[in-house]
């Protein structure tokens, strides 16, 4: 149900390796690889599930909204991760030259039908 919706954003996006859907807890709940031998997106989302939830408690001390999105961007991987539910996330890997902008928008066009699978 999930990884139909993940491969088709991963998928459609040039540079774009894998997707996660995950818990704020860690615990993964679909993921979709499109090349083998590619990064462990789940070990990088569990990681960057506690990053998320200590921005996200930030912007509520600081009264700025609500933690929509992230991205990180390091050598060998960029990563952005959208906030689906308050408590359910979906991460995208990309190689660092791979098209940022479009998968920021299919993973917001995407939000809905991961919403809706929840």
């Known amino acids: 149900m999930f ?3 993940l ?6 996006v040039d ?8 818990g704020l807890d860690g615990i993964p709940v679909d993921s979709y690889v499109r090349q ?6 789940t070990t990088v989302g569990m990681e960057f599930s506690f990053i998320l939830t200590q ?25 952005i991760c959208r906030m689906v539910t308050p408590q359910y996330f979906v991460a995208i890997a990309m190689a660092p030259e791979g ?3 479009k998968a920021r928008y299919l993973a917001r066009l995407a939000q809905p039908a991961l919403v809706a699978a929840l």
């Not at 083998?36 to 997106?41: G, I, L, T």
């Not at 930030?58 to 390091?74: C, F, H, T």
């Open 15 to 22: 540079g774009a390796i894998a997707a996660v859907i995950m």
């Open 55 to 79: 921005v996200r408690k930030a912007g509520d001390s600081l009264q700025v909204g609500g933690l929509e999105e992230m991205s990180v961007k390091a050598q060998r991987l960029m990563l």
């Open 7 to 12: 491969k088709k954003v991963v998928d459609n």
């Open 99 to 101: 098209n940022f902008g």
């Open 3 to 5: 990884a139909g919706t």
């Open 36 to 41: 083998a031998n590619a990064v462990d997106v």
